[in-house]
């Protein structure tokens, strides 16, 4: 039996199973051995990762529904999921699996390189090897490779006032969602503020200490790393900016500012670009960041 035909008796068969569940009946009997399922079955087969869907109330006949929608309103916790006897539904399970599937491919599928260089960044290694060894060996991490050292110091521009780059961190996702809004409006921002703003570039296996190698390097005042989030099953694609004023290798961790939550139900990628821009302005200015900065 080829892929294809696999794919679509299973899809086949969770459209039934879903369909049962929702209208609260028995399982039926099918047409007969190898009927084909009715084209408009497949219709009924929803985005079970999608907000809407996430909102939706699916405890039958609950006691007071405007408190279980005001509580689902306040939290992306799976409260009033609803139960089938002892279990979870269905729908509850897969949604579940469905979350964790995305927040392990926000880890382990690497950023698209045609998505790079649309945004114009050039990809520096650390001294991580594969993905194994980035998840396995954060030291590697925070550590760049002689060849990313050697662009650094040859072709990018020297002793900028902030130097901004991104880096995949533990969301992948984090960067192919959010870096395309938020880059160009930091950039440009900076831009108009009259600021040397250094070389942008991305750093592939990078944790946020890497900030203070690459702070090191290029001599700059200021680095702003944009970075992937470490991923949940409320959000994989979350993005932090962390900022360092005078950052170098051994600085404290209370020595970095972070904006976090940078994603489409978060802090919208935009709006974190125009806040950033007058956050750096500020750290610039006054010559610090972390606990010393008082916001």
Known sequence: MDEEKLIEMISAAVVRVLKEESQGGAPQESAGAGAEPAAEDLTVLTDLTSPEYKQKLTVPD???????RAMKGATTARVGIGRAGLRQTTKAMLAFRADFAMAKDAVMKPVDE???????LPTLLTKCSDINVH?????????LSEEALRF????CIQHPQIQIY??????????EHNAADLLPVLMDGLKEQGVKTGTPFFVKY??????????EAVGAEVTCVL?????????????????????????PESSRTVVSNIHKNGIQPVEAGAYLVDLLLRILSEKKSGVDLKL
């Not at 045609?114 to 114009?120: C, E, I, V």
């Open 206 to 215: 990078g944790r946020v200490p890497t900030m203070d190698a690459v702070s």
């Open 114 to 120: 045609a998505f790079l260089r649309k945004l114009g």
């Open 152 to 155: 650094l110091h040859e072709e």
């Open 166 to 175: 991104v880096s995949d961190g533990l969301s992948n996702s984090a960067i």
């Open 227 to 251: 970075i992937g989030e470490r991923p949940g099953l409320a959000a994989a694609d979350s993005m932090s900016a962390y900022i360092t004023y005078g950052a170098h290798t051994g600085i």
């Open 62 to 68: 609950a006691e007071n529904d405007l408190a279980l």
């Open 135 to 143: 998840l396995t060996r954060p030291d590697l991490g925070r550590q």
